[in-house]
């Protein structure tokens, strides 16, 4: 049975990764500015114990990665309401059934796999491209830096209300200002960019009067634009379009996970 809307908590996928902790520990203080619950979800694999019948999973190991999140997420967060499960599932699948029932989906870019340099994995993509709500994809390292913005991708023609809705809401739980950045063809009339961006914005302008806010228009290819916008946000919000092919990412949303600075949320379009 699916919970009522108001109800629905802030999910984390952890693996006992370092970069999963940091997910953590963001999804906890998202889900503490959104009055939600936090659900810590660990992913077991179904093989090999199923095909010898004899259970060999490292259960020591596996509820330490569980008891590890918890125990940080107890001292620095002792008001939030946490629940950890453990599902046997391939991380992917059991992430995205998972954000069938969150009101937000949080992953680290990557776990403790893969090479070095290595910025994003198939896990995080697998679910930014799949999940049926918001998806942040968390930085694998942190930055010191004070970051005292959030950044929205935005195309001023068509203007996602699910990005800007939940771009401007991000920027107002945190107490931070929003950017809007449109990117537009290089030569063209960036002047009528800028008005097309400043009327788009308009809703929601008069709906968040306490966001302080940017509206930029920058020429350049989108991803490039987004990117190097990136080194400064605290957040960079951008949609990922339902009409598109089945667990396809377009080529922006690509390119800005695998080098954007910075956490990313994925957020559905209608």
């Known amino acids: 049975m699916e919970l009522p809307v108001m109800e629905l908590p802030v999910t984390v996928g952890v693996d006992g990764s370092s970069a999963s902790l940091r997910a953590a520990c963001l999804a906890a203080e998202e889900a503490l500015s ?3 619950a936090l659900r810590v979800l660990h992913a077991l694999p179904l093989m090999p114990h199923l095909l010898s019948g004899r259970d060999t999973r490292p259960r020591c190991g596996e509820r330490g990665a569980l008891a590890e999140v918890r125990h940080v997420l107890a001292v620095r967060h002792p008001e939030l309401r946490v629940r950890a499960e453990e599902v046997h599932d391939v991380a992917t699948a059991a992430l995205v059934a998972a954000g069938e029932e969150a009101e937000l989906l949080v992953v680290a870019a990557r776990g403790d796999g893969g090479f070095p340099g290595l ?5 995080a ?9 918001p998806v942040i994809v968390a930085p694998v390292t942190e930055d010191p830096v004070s970051r005292e913005h959030v950044l929205a991708a935005v195309d001023a023609r068509r203007p996602a209300e699910a990005v800007l809705d939940f771009a401007f809401d991000l920027a ?3 107490g931070l200002a929003l950017r809007v950045l449109h990117a537009w063809p290089p030569g063209g009339p960036g002047r009528s960019e800028r008005e097309l961006l400043s009327t788009a914005l308009e809703p929601w302008r008069a709906a968040y009067p306490d966001v302080p806010l940017t509206e930029d228009c920058e020429p350049g290819g989108a991803g490039r634009v987004l990117v190097e916008a990136s080194a400064k946000a605290r957040f960079l919000v951008l ?6 092919p089945v667990g396809r990412l377009g080529p922006v949303a690509h390119a800005v996970l695998h080098h954007a600075e910075c956490a990313v949320a994925v957020v559905p379009e209608a």
Not at 119 to 123: A, P, Q, Y
Not at 125 to 133: D, I, K, N, Q, Y
Not at 239 to 244: E, F, L, N, T
């Open 34 to 36: 959104r009055g939600r």
């Open 119 to 123: 910025r994003v994995g198939s896990t």
């Open 125 to 133: 993509l697998h679910v930014a491209a799949r999940a049926g709500c």
């Open 172 to 174: 107002r739980r945190h």
């Open 239 to 244: 949609g990922r379009r339902r009409c598109a």
